[in-house]
């Protein structure tokens, strides 16, 4: 029972092995017992599957930022709660060895940190800073180590040699004390005196000097300063309280011989507590006025203590790993603690102050004075029992799964079953109202009343909501009130039932909470907690912030707290804020739950019976659950005001890491930001919840709960503050947090001036774009006129070929059919007009042939050109015996060649081949062309008499028109001749690209 502390007086000699054996034994035995007691403190421990280092702990000190840090043989590790980051002398050059002996505070802020070859440094303002080798002395182990009032370092080491460390130099101070060498211990007291445990010997320092206040004690000795002033002392197996004068007094004693087990660290926390960590019993607690009693530990050899500034008391084992143990207000009993099973159906308090409990097996069990009694598992006490309720005399009343209803009191016993006028043989609720009347909630038989000898029933026909009744309350107006698993709330009073309207879909009613001014409060299966005013009923559920929609049973304390008990396991709320939420003037609860942390891991509550859940006389609330009896004492509860230390880590820009600045700027595109981020509460860092926001993007602050980062993805250009905030396990926030600027720049598109620039630029790029527009349908215009007027000049050209070529020729021949008429008598002429006709006519198509030719469309190409070029001069020359040598490329290219351009080249060759045939007397003639560099290159060569000279002889018609077509047309006319050697004329006409035709 809590408050309950055996105490221990070990004799002044042990006499004989057997002695100390059976000691050791009834120790073990007791310990056991305690640790299924779970009596008021819960462990948690990490080890290396955790991320600890190693699961040997050497040292442990929590440094001004909140951090822990674990020495370990491993390396020195930095928790938060959550994660271990471990530094070795692979990552953090300044530690000689990853093995960190001991961890000791200085008066600003820092700590010193010695390794196992004597290595020292310090940590301060965020940074490992190694310490001057002469202070290694020797490379010996540093054993121990504190500072002084005037932030002096003292260490002893190993041997026993003691030396001072001030503003950097160090002082050796020999070997102090008496007998052989050994393991020496320092400790500076609340007044800044520096004491020294040396093998036998106990005295403290004066002016660097050694002063003794004890000699000749039974080794090995251990100290630790007490919060009174003075020292806590054990030596041998004796704990003393040592004033600060050195005047000591024995307070308790070990209970094992010192050889077979010492101590080996001492530490007072802020309770008075003193505990005693030994190097093969575990961990002793003493409390002035109670005695010694041990505490379970994951190992049994205990190597260091240390209290944090939420009170939470860390031990370091030698091969356990990291233990934390708190003081809860929570005990459990258990089948461990003497319940026959771990499961417990309901319990409750009889008048004469002891509980009673239902095991789910075993029979009905009591507890009286911290002794467990189990009634015999036989008639009427079988193993199908279900509830116990109080009777007002003294008694208790007892439902049964299948056989009905019990009374109990001092052994007598009565029974009864639906024979004896039961509505049905199991009965889920019991409650004995004040005028001594039983009311009996039965599983599917309604509510039935058993008064006097009477039993009465009530039914839906008799307003009842439900024939399932889960609870039973009576208020201070003597009004019954009872719940039902369909949802139903009714008022029985004067006889009557008044049903309450309830909000719809909240399961069964499974706890009634009465108020004194006239309010309800329920637990239900699926709807939270309902408060219930005449008229009105208001839910709070999970959307408010309760843990869990199902309410098992509800227990309030003398704080107006309620204490629920859930499938998620037990949480508080403050009344205050419920009703407040209740009312729609809060949106969201504080609540606070209890699991892991406070030895309450996995803890369920089915709540099948009633009462399953009990306020005692003494303040405590138990709850039965699926793994024992959970007691809670609410006078015991430590609301842990100390809010959490919040540090942004790291943080993370498009997945590389931003130095921790002032204000970090981004350049543009810098867009994606992760936060990672902690806060220091190491009492529950499971219940650590969080907020945090970024101002100038997140309207209000974000609920992230549990969740130690945050994630922003495509943030716009602009200037951003990230804060977090978190809380404690009791909901005490840090509001100041923890906070980071950052700027991220613009694209030049995202610039303040940019639009005013666009808008102008886009102005501009409108009235450009119309001028085009205005342009474009002007040069359509125009394009179009030229067209109707080339057109016209080609129409015009036709005609004139027609009239000056084709028309002539027919005219020729209608001149030489007259003349061969008129001369049908002289046969020799008429046949000589007649092949002239024939010659004329042949000229006459083929000048048809030309104009078609240069009419159609579809020889508008260079390949068309070159083709008929090479037929026509074929066709010219061929007559006159002149041999033709064409060098016209296999693929000439099908480049765009317009109409006019086409008919004017064509004519020029005409021109050409014309003069050849009359002039040049040629034999041979040269026709190249090609396509290069943009134009078209036409040459005709001869090899005839060649020209008279250069410039060219007046007379020369031919050429001039051949220059003047092709000048027209942008080109260009050279002709090379030599008398006797023919003449080369080479035409170079520009090419327009295709889309230009």
């Given at each position: 029972m809590s408050g309950n502390w055996p105490t221990y007086s070990a004799p002044a000699t042990f006499s004989g092995v057997a002695r100390s054996g059976a000691l050791a034994l009834l120790w073990i035995a007791l310990l056991w017992r305690v640790a299924g007691a779970r009596d008021g403190h819960a462990l948690a421990v990490w080890q290396t599957e955790e991320g600890l280092p190693n699961n040997g702990v050497q040292a442990i000190h929590q440094a001004a930022d909140g951090y822990l840090w674990v020495g370990t043989s491993r390396g020195l590790a930095r928790f938060d709660g959550v994660r271990f980051t471990v530094l070795?002398?692979?990552?953090?050059?300044?530690?000689?060895?990853?093995?960190?002996?001991?961890?000791?505070?200085?008066?600003?802020?820092?700590?010193?940190?010695?390794?196992?070859?004597?290595?020292?440094?310090?940590?301060?303002?965020?940074?490992?800073?190694?310490?001057?080798?002469?202070?290694?002395?020797?490379?010996?182990?540093?054993?121990?180590?504190?500072?002084?009032?005037?932030?002096?370092?003292?260490?002893v080491t190993l041997e026993g040699e003691v030396a001072c460390i001030e503003a950097g130099q160090v002082r050796q101070l020999g070997r102090p004390g008496q007998g052989a060498r050994g393991p020496s211990c320092l400790a500076a007291d609340l007044d800044g005196t520096v004491w020294l445990a040396s093998h036998s010997s106990l005295g403290f320092f004066r002016s660097n000097n050694w002063v003794s206040v004890a000699e000749n004690l039974a080794p090995p000795l251990e100290i630790a300063p007490r919060r009174a002033g003075g020292l806590w002392l054990v030596a041998g197996q004796r704990i003393y309280e040592v004033q600060p004068g050195g005047a000591r007094r024995e307070v308790a004693a070990l209970p094992w011989p010192a050889e077979d087990t010492n101590a080996r660290q001492l530490l007072e926390d802020r309770r008075g507590t003193l505990w005693i960590g030994t190097s093969r019993r575990g961990l002793l607690a003493w409390r002035n006025g109670g005695g010694l009693r041990p505490l379970p530990t994951s190992h049994q050899s205990i190597l260091t203590l240390y209290e944090d500034r939420e009170g939470s008391l860390w031990v370091g084992t030698q091969g356990g790993g990291l233990n934390r143990i708190r003081e809860t207000p929570f005990e459990v009993f258990d089948a461990r603690s003497g319940l026959p099973s771990d499961i417990v159906h309901s319990l409750a308090e009889d008048r004469s102050g002891r509980m009673w409990f239902v095991p789910?097996?075993?029979?009905?069990?009591?507890?009286?004075?911290?002794?467990?009694?189990?009634?015999?598992?036989?008639?009427?006490?079988?193993?199908?029992?279900?509830?116990?309720?109080?009777?007002?005399?003294?008694?208790?009343?007892?439902?049964?799964?299948?056989?009905?209803?019990?009374?109990?009191?001092?052994?007598?016993?009565?029974?009864?079953?639906?024979?004896?006028?039961?509505?049905?043989?199991?009965?889920?609720?019991?409650?004995?109202?004040?005028?001594?009347?039983?009311?009996?909630?039965?599983?599917?038989?309604?509510?039935?009343?058993?008064?006097?000898?009477?039993?009465?029933?009530?039914?839906?026909?008799d307003g009842l909501p439900g024939m399932s009744v889960r609870a039973l309350a009576e208020d201070g107006l003597n009004r019954l009130w009872i719940g039902t698993a369909d949802g139903g709330l009714t008022r029985w009073s004067e006889g009557r039932l008044s049903p309450e309207r309830l909000p719809p879909g909240i399961g069964a009613v499974n706890a009634i909470v009465p108020l004194e001014d006239g309010t309800l409060w329920l637990g239900t299966l699926a709807g939270g907690l309902v408060r219930v005013r005449p008229g009105w009923a208001a839910r709070v559920s999970t959307a408010q912030g309760l843990p869990d929609d199902f309410v098992a049973n509800v227990l309030p304390d003398d704080a107006d707290n309620f204490w629920c008990a859930s499938s998620k396991g037990l949480f508080r709320v403050s009344l205050r804020d419920l009703n407040a939420v209740a009312d729609g003037r809060l949106s969201?609860?504080?609540?606070?739950?209890?699991?892991?942390?406070?030895?309450?891991?996995?803890?369920?509550?089915?709540?099948?019976?009633?009462?399953?859940?009990?306020?005692?006389?003494?303040?405590?609330?138990?709850?039965?659950?699926?793994?024992?009896?959970?007691?809670?004492?609410?006078?015991?509860?430590?609301?842990?005001?100390?809010?959490?230390?919040?540090?942004?880590?790291?943080?993370?820009?498009?997945?590389?890491?931003?130095?921790?600045?002032?204000?970090?700027?981004?350049?543009?595109?810098?867009?994606?930001?992760?936060?990672?981020?902690?806060?220091?509460?190491?009492?529950?860092?499971?219940?650590?919840?969080?907020?945090?926001?970024?101002?100038?993007?997140?309207?209000?602050?974000?609920?992230?709960?549990?969740s130690r980062q945050a994630r922003y993805e495509g943030l716009p250009p602009g200037n951003y503050r990230f804060q977090v905030i978190a809380c404690n396990n009791d909901g005490v926030w840090n509001e100041a947090g923890a906070s980071f600027r950052f700027t991220i720049a613009p694209y030049?598109?995202?610039?303040?001036?940019?639009?005013?620039?666009?808008?102008?630029?886009?102005?501009?790029?409108?009235?450009?774009?119309?001028?085009?527009?205005?342009?474009?349908?002007?040069?359509?215009?125009?394009?179009?006129?030229?067209?109707?007027?080339?057109?016209?000049?080609?129409?015009?050209?036709?005609?004139?070929?027609i009239h000056d070529e084709l028309g002539a020729s027919l005219t020729r021949i209608g001149l030489l059919a007259d003349l061969a008429r008129k001369c049908a008598e002289r046969p020799a002429e008429v046949a000589t007009d007649l092949s002239q006709i024939a010659t004329t006519a042949r000229q006459a198509v083929q000048a048809m042939d030309a104009i078609v030719w240069a009419v159609n469309p579809q020889n508008d190409s260079v390949e068309k050109f070159a083709d008929y070029l090479s037929h026509f001069a074929e066709t010219l020359l061929q007559p006159a015996n002149i041999r033709c040598r064409l060098e016209v490329p296999s693929d000439v290219p099908d480049h765009p060649l317009g109409t006019e351009a086409r008919?004017?080249?064509?004519?020029?060759?005409?021109?050409?081949?014309?003069?050849?045939?009359?002039?040049?007397?040629?034999?041979?003639?040269?026709?190249?062309?090609?396509?290069?560099?943009?134009?078209?290159?036409?040459?005709?060569?001869?090899?005839?008499c060649g020209l008279a000279g250069t410039p060219l002889p007046p007379g020369r018609d031919g050429l001039r028109n051949i220059h003047r077509r092709i000048e027209n047309l942008g080109g260009q006319v050279t002709v090379a001749s030599e008398p006797a050697r023919g003449t080369r004329l080479t035409i170079r006409l520009p090419l327009k690209a295709p889309c230009q035709d």
């Open positions: 070795t002398p692979k990552n953090e050059p300044v530690l000689t060895s990853e093995r960190i002996w001991r961890l000791c505070p200085d008066r600003r802020g820092g700590f010193w940190i010695a390794d196992d070859e004597g290595g020292l440094c310090f940590w301060r303002n965020g940074r490992l800073h190694r310490f001057s080798a002469d202070a290694r002395q020797g490379a010996r182990r540093i054993f121990s180590m504190c500072c002084d009032r005037e932030d002096r370092l003292w260490t789910q097996s075993g029979g009905l069990t009591f507890l009286s004075n911290g002794v467990w009694h189990t009634l015999p598992s036989q008639p009427p006490f079988g193993t199908q029992l279900l509830g116990v309720a109080p009777a007002a005399d003294g008694g208790v009343w007892i439902t049964t799964i299948y056989d009905g209803l019990i009374y109990w009191r001092e052994g007598q016993t009565r029974s009864w079953t639906p024979a004896e006028g039961l509505a049905g043989p199991r009965v889920d609720a019991l409650l004995e109202d004040r005028q001594r009347r039983l009311w009996l909630g039965y599983h599917a038989e309604g509510l039935g009343c058993l008064e006097g000898t009477r039993l009465l029933r009530y039914t839906t026909a969201r609860l504080e609540v606070c739950t209890y699991g892991r942390s406070d030895g309450l891991a996995d803890f369920t509550f089915p709540g099948t019976a009633h009462p399953s859940a009990w306020r005692a006389r003494d303040g405590r609330l138990w709850f039965a659950s699926a793994k024992g009896a959970v007691v809670v004492d609410p006078a015991r509860l430590e609301i842990n005001r100390e809010p959490p230390p919040v540090w942004i880590e790291e943080i993370l820009c498009q997945g590389r890491t931003v130095e921790l600045t002032d204000v970090a700027e981004m350049p543009a595109g810098r867009r994606d930001w992760e936060f990672r981020f902690t806060a220091l509460s190491l009492v529950a860092p499971e219940k650590v919840r969080f907020r945090h926001r970024l101002l100038g993007y997140d309207a209000d602050w974000v609920e992230a709960g549990a030049v598109w995202e610039t303040a001036w940019f639009p005013a620039v666009a808008a102008t630029v886009g102005i501009g790029v409108l009235a450009l774009t119309a001028r085009w527009v205005v342009v474009r349908r002007l040069r359509r215009r125009i394009a179009l006129l030229e067209q109707q007027h080339l057109v016209e000049k080609e129409r015009t050209r036709i005609a004139r070929d008919h004017n080249l064509f004519l020029a060759a005409k021109e050409a081949l014309n003069n050849i045939v009359k002039h040049a007397a040629a034999t041979e003639v040269w026709i190249r062309l090609r396509c290069q560099a943009g134009e078209l290159r036409l040459g005709i060569e001869d090899n005839g």
